[in-house]
């Protein structure tokens, strides 16, 4: 898909799940992706808010991305994953929830050469909650960032919760340029 057909696709997805550009905080109002972000939970891959049960995320997902066009060899990204619907979507009190950080990633590395700054800690909605939203998130880093754990926070649950994401993108100058989505609902949850 090229990224122009990605891009439509993309918006009209977004628009759907409310989450379009300006109302939801993370993602700002002119937010044009510059890059396609592919993830997949084994052989199943996330396609703009297709459904996973729980017991399909337990395992860290892979992730890949093209290289920016004008981006230099040298340019390094942080992946974010995060659920604005958390502990349900009826009552998101603890929105945005950190699930997964990663920082320093390269088009070309692969995710599991880059340390976690916070350990993915697989979606996991109760079976009677309506599906989750969630969102990967990839932001392009100023030169020479170098972010550690603490910059994030703890990976202790209740640290987790009501991550402040467009504020810490945007104390760190992180710039979004790659967003993909799913929904997750519990292994019982019936439509």
């Known amino acids: ?66 290289k920016e066009d004008n981006a230099s060899e040298s340019q390094t990204y942080t992946l974010i994953l995060t659920d604005p619907d958390a502990p349900t979507p009826d009552d998101p009190k603890f929105a945005y929830w950190r699930h997964w950080v990663v920082s320093g990633l390269k088009p070309s590395d692969g995710i599991d050469s880059k340390p976690a700054l ?10 009677d909650s309506r599906p989750h939203r969630y969102l990967f998130l990839l932001f392009r880093e100023p030169e020479g960032l170098s972010l550690s754990k603490e910059d994030v926070g703890g990976e202790e649950f209740v640290q987790r919760r009501s991550f402040k994401a467009a504020e810490w993108a945007a104390e760190h100058g992180l710039t979004l340029v790659g967003i993909n989505w799913m929904l997750g609902a519990g292994d019982g949850w019936k439509e």
Do not use: C, W
Not at 38 to 46: L, P, R, S, W, Y
């Open 118 to 127: 916070t350990e993915y800690l697989a979606p996991g909605p109760k079976d």
């Open 1 to 66: 898909m090229s990224l122009e057909a990605h891009t439509q696709a993309l918006s009209s997805s977004l628009l759907a799940a409310d989450l379009s550009p300006g109302s939801a905080p993370l993602i700002p109002d002119n937010f044009t992706p510059s890059t396609e972000l592919e993830i997949a939970f084994g052989d199943k891959a996330v396609t703009l808010g297709n459904l996973f049960r729980v017991s399909e995320v337990k395992s860290t997902p892979t992730i890949s991305f093209a």
